[in-house]
């Protein structure tokens, strides 16, 4: 059966979430060290002096730029990188699920717990009509999709409909 993850996948993952709080973090002290000096500053100022305006404005303008750092980057890319390790850390500690299934289509992209993903659809028979439904299997966007071609039977290993292995048994010129 073909992989599509390793060990060292979440090796990769934890140690790009722990340069992104570090990156965080660095900017946080560097602004935490410049407001609090700006204040000290502010505070030892005579009453009424003139460049009291001034330190005000800075520290504010400060506050404002770290605001609109620290939001759109703990936001979006601290948050992307997160929901990658935990859907990571729960393939190896999630229940397995194995099945061979005929591949019906690609599907559109779509994002399944904070994680882009592609959407696999492969067809199951309904145990209690005579009807087929149409079962979805989502591939890691960051990986390459699998070689699948309509008909294909495959056989796949999958942790919460995220594919984690798979193989095709028999191609459609052989059915």
Known sequence: MEKLYSDI???????????IL????GVSGVFFA????????YISLPYAHPAGTWIIVATAVLTGVYL????PFMGIKFKRCNAYCKMLRFI???LKEYAVLP???IDDWTTHDGVDVNVAVFLVG????DDVLRRQIFVDGEKEYPPFKEGDMVRFVSQGNLMIEYEIVRGEEQA
Not at 68 to 71: E, G, T
């Open 9 to 19: 996948d979440l090796w990769d993952a934890m140690q790009q979430r722990r340069r």
């Open 22 to 25: 570090g990156g965080f973090f």
């Open 34 to 41: 410049a407001f609090l000096a700006l204040v000290i500053y």
């Open 68 to 71: 609109a750092f620290a939001f």
């Open 92 to 94: 190896s500690v999630g």
């Open 103 to 105: 591949f019906y289509e």
């Open 126 to 129: 309904n145990i209690k009509k």
